[in-house]
């Protein structure tokens, strides 16, 4: 069974008290740079994978996007999406990624945030992405990066008085499965190299068109934790685009 820890109550009410979920899209801090990745949405068909609580969603219609669609996994986010964009015309579905099934060239571009990480068979996704993406459609994507993921508990080691000494890096080429603490819980999360996601895409026939690694915003580094952030990077940001012929 696919883990989905954000229908269990605890998580979720710890995750719905995050800076990002108050403050929505402007609490992200790599939200400006991956505004930066998305292209024109004007009347493009737009499919948001892992859409949580559908602050990609609003963006795309508010952008005058002709059709959005957002998929999550989980009933409770889903729920909080329909609330906030209640008044925009967006569809939402309830099902993993993995298992998906929509229609060729159906899709102009494919938003997805923070969510690849959660999933173990990155090649089919992508594969996927590439068959519902319209030729010249655009993937624009965020994950944490595989500097963040390698060690696995994605914490920093710290001294006996509890200050941060460095952020652990370790066992970088074992992709696979990890078992990692977010919000005090255990989560699965699934490692994989840089080469790996970027190597997938042009397997797939996708031409790379921006790599990322977002810095935190100068007018975010008050906030607890965030001038750390500066010390390793946290997320990798990716827009590909499907050739015309492959």
């Not at 840089?194 to 977002?214: M, Q, S």
Request: proline share 4%.
């Amino acid at each position: 069974m696919k883990e989905n820890k954000y229908d269990q109550k605890v998580f979720f009410e710890k995750y719905s008290k995050m800076h990002r979920s108050v403050q929505g899209l402007d609490g992200a801090g790599e939200w400006r740079e991956l505004k930066k990745l998305i292209p024109d949405l004007r009347g493009k068909r737009v499919l948001d994978l892992g859409c949580g609580y559908g602050w990609h969603c609003i963006y795309a219609s508010s952008c005058g996007a002709g059709y959005v669609l957002g998929t999550d996994i989980s009933e409770k986010m889903l729920e909080v999406a329909r609330e906030k964009s209640g008044h925009l015309d967006i569809d939402y579905l309830q099902c993993p990624m993995e298992e998906l099934r929509l229609t060729e060239s159906s899709f102009d571009v494919v938003i997805s945030s923070l969510a690849f990480h959660y999933i173990e068979a990155f090649k089919e996704i992508a594969e996927n992405i590439w068959k519902w993406l319209a030729p010249g459609g655009s993937l624009v994507f965020s994950v944490e990066h595989p500097v963040f993921t390698a060690y696995g508990t994605q914490d920093w080691y710290y001294d006996g008085n509890g200050e941060i000494l460095h952020f652990p890096v370790d066992n970088y080429y074992y992709e696979g499965k990890r078992d990692a603490v977010f919000l005090g819980e255990h989560v699965t999360k699934y490692h994989r190299t840089l080469t790996a996601y970027l190597n997938t895409l042009l397997d797939c026939g996708f031409t790379i068109r921006h790599i990322v690694e977002p810095m935190p915003p100068e007018d975010m580094l008050e906030l607890p934790g965030m001038a750390d952030e500066m010390r390793r990077p946290m997320m990798l940001l990716v827009s590909a685009e499907k050739e015309e012929k492959r």
